[in-house]
């Protein structure tokens, strides 16, 4: 060995004594940081009144609508195979976000609607510091109602204990905020039999006194209007009159049982927040701005919910404010 190999080694090896030793006298190294999405924009309720007020006023689909209609049907929003129970299933590890570690506990449960806030609810959950666990099955609102599994046709056992399931962690999670939201919209308990407002009052009224037990504040979101046809397919075949796929506002709210929604939370103390005026003049239309409002005729794009977030957030807060945790 040359006496400039001899050299070179002892220089590696003394660097090899000098990096253990310094590994010996070190806390291991950090995670790298979480990759959080970009922010949400955080539009104003002003803001968001004004363009649901020009919203009839449009004529033509914009050239940059988001989502484009080629993909609105599926802009969920979030991985909703993974964070909602599906057909059989009867129970579901609950989706977080936020900060896993929060001592606020947020739970968000009910059927696909419930999901359909999820990409507004995670960007508030993220930015209050909270620990939000979402409890969602499709088909299957939380209300005490066996309800009809219409795909199957069927009475819907696997909805009941997946309720009884849901009922069992919120008394052990005892969040601070619990949210219920649910689709009202043609809703059955039994082959070709409608359920009526006073029934879905009265099974809502049910489910949220036995919640109010485990949850500091709860309250329902209301229903959003139903379209007389599919966004999407409608808006494909008239992309030069967005007024020939708008429903009134009369003819798509009576499609849902907001008033007893509402009702059932005046009798048991929860809170209730509408979300008609984030959608709806005397025209529910479905396009505001440059964005798809539905991907279907009764469920949001996840692109128009993630743009609510702020006037989602100011709404919970006005019933859960910041210093309501101890």
């Given at each position: 060995?040359?006496?400039?190999?001899?050299?070179?080694?002892?220089?590696?090896?003394?660097?090899?004594?000098?990096?253990?030793?310094?590994?010996?006298?070190?806390?291991?190294?950090p995670p790298p940081?979480?990759?959080?999405?970009?922010?949400?924009?955080?539009?104003?309720?002003?803001?968001?009144?004004?363009?649901?007020?020009?919203?009839?006023?449009?004529?033509?689909?914009?050239?940059?609508?988001?989502?484009?209609?080629?993909?609105?049907?599926?802009?969920?929003?979030?991985?909703?195979?993974?964070?909602?129970?599906?057909?059989?299933?009867?129970?579901?590890?609950?989706?977080?976000?936020?900060?896993r570690a929060s001592?606020?506990?947020?739970?968000?449960?009910?059927?696909?609607?419930?999901?359909?806030?999820?990409?507004?609810?995670?960007?508030?959950?993220?930015?209050?510091?909270?620990?939000?666990?979402?409890?969602?099955?499709?088909?299957?609102?939380?209300?005490?109602?066996?309800?009809?599994?219409?795909?199957?046709?069927?009475?819907?056992?696997?909805?009941?204990?997946?309720?009884?399931?849901?009922?069992?962690?919120?008394?052990?999670?005892?969040?601070?905020?619990?949210?219920?939201?649910?689709?009202?919209?043609?809703?059955?308990?039994?082959?070709?039999?409608?359920?009526?407002?006073?029934?879905?009052?009265?099974?809502?009224?049910?489910?949220?006194?036995?919640?109010?037990?485990?949850?500091?504040?709860?309250?329902?979101?209301?229903?959003?209007?139903?379209?007389?046809?599919?966004?999407?397919?409608?808006?494909?075949?008239?992309?030069?009159?967005?007024?020939?796929?708008?429903?009134?506002?009369?003819?798509?709210?009576?499609?849902?049982?907001?008033?007893?929604?509402?009702?059932?939370?005046?009798?048991?103390?929860?809170?209730?927040?509408?979300?008609?005026?984030?959608?709806?003049?005397?025209?529910?239309?479905?396009?505001?701005?440059?964005?798809?409002v539905y991907r279907?005729?009764?469920?949001?794009?996840?692109?128009?919910?993630?743009?609510?977030?702020?006037?989602?957030?100011?709404?919970?807060?006005?019933?859960?404010?910041?210093?309501?945790?101890?």
């Amino acid at each position: 060995m040359t006496s400039r190999e001899s050299a070179r080694s002892l220089r590696l090896s003394s660097l090899v004594v000098v990096l253990t030793v310094i590994a010996g006298c070190t806390a291991a190294v950090p995670p790298p940081p979480r990759v959080l999405a970009p922010p949400a924009p955080r539009i104003s309720l002003e803001d968001v009144l004004d363009a649901v007020g020009k919203a009839p006023l449009l004529r033509t689909l914009p050239a940059d609508l988001t989502p484009s209609l080629a993909t609105t049907a599926e802009d969920a929003g979030f991985d909703h195979e993974q964070c909602e129970a599906g057909p059989r299933a009867d129970r579901i590890e609950p989706c977080v976000f936020g900060d896993r570690a929060s001592a606020t506990d947020v739970v968000l449960y009910g059927d696909s609607h419930a999901g359909m806030w999820v990409p507004a609810m995670s960007v508030i959950a993220e930015r209050r510091d909270w620990r939000l666990q979402v409890f969602g099955k499709p088909a299957c609102p939380a209300l005490n109602i066996t309800f009809w599994n219409q795909q199957e046709q069927r009475p819907f056992a696997e909805c009941d204990r997946f309720r009884a399931f849901v009922a069992a962690r919120i008394a052990a999670i005892r969040p601070e905020l619990l949210i219920v939201t649910n689709e009202s919209f043609s809703q059955k308990s039994g082959r070709g039999r409608l359920i009526t407002p006073g029934e879905w009052q009265a099974g809502l009224t049910h489910t949220l006194r036995t919640l109010k037990e485990f949850a500091r504040q709860v309250l329902v979101l209301g229903d959003t209007p139903v379209l007389d046809q599919s966004a999407p397919e409608c808006l494909a075949a008239h992309r030069d009159n967005i007024a020939a796929c708008s429903t009134t506002r009369t003819s798509a709210t009576a499609r849902t049982w907001n008033a007893a929604d509402a009702a059932a939370a005046r009798a048991t103390g929860a809170a209730y927040v509408s979300v008609l005026p984030w959608l709806c003049t005397a025209l529910c239309m479905p396009v505001i701005g440059n964005v798809t409002v539905y991907r279907n005729r009764f469920h949001l794009t996840g692109t128009y919910v993630r743009m609510l977030n702020g006037v989602l957030e100011e709404a919970l807060l006005e019933h859960f404010p910041p210093d309501a945790v101890p």
